[in-house]
């Protein structure tokens, strides 16, 4: 099993890295396949709408860091996605 893990937090140590590498941790010693990419270290660009993937290609066109994170979600059994909420509020 191949599991891919996406860190959305700026703080790589912080709560969101801690739940996801504990789970990694024992995906691990139960036998997958990991790979963790901090999105915050990465350089890239959001979707340009030039439709390139949705005609000839089917992938990105962008020459970017994201080139390896999609291959490898693309290839993934498993997606962790570890984010942290920063701003919120209830609804009264």
Do not use: W
Request: hydrophobic share 40%; proline share 2%; charged share 25%.
């Amino acid at each position: 099993m191949k599991i891919v893990t996406l860190l959305g937090s700026p703080r790589t140590k912080g709560n969101s890295a801690a739940i996801a590498g504990r789970f990694i941790e024992t995906a691990e010693n139960l036998g997958a396949e990991t790979k963790t990419f901090a999105l915050n270290k990465l350089t890239f660009r959001g979707c340009q709408a030039c439709m390139a993937c949705k005609g000839k290609r089917d992938h990105c066109v962008l020459k970017d860091d994201l080139i390896e994170v999609l291959d490898e979600i693309s290839d993934a059994d498993v997606l962790v996605l570890a984010t942290p909420v920063y701003f919120g509020a209830t609804c009264h």
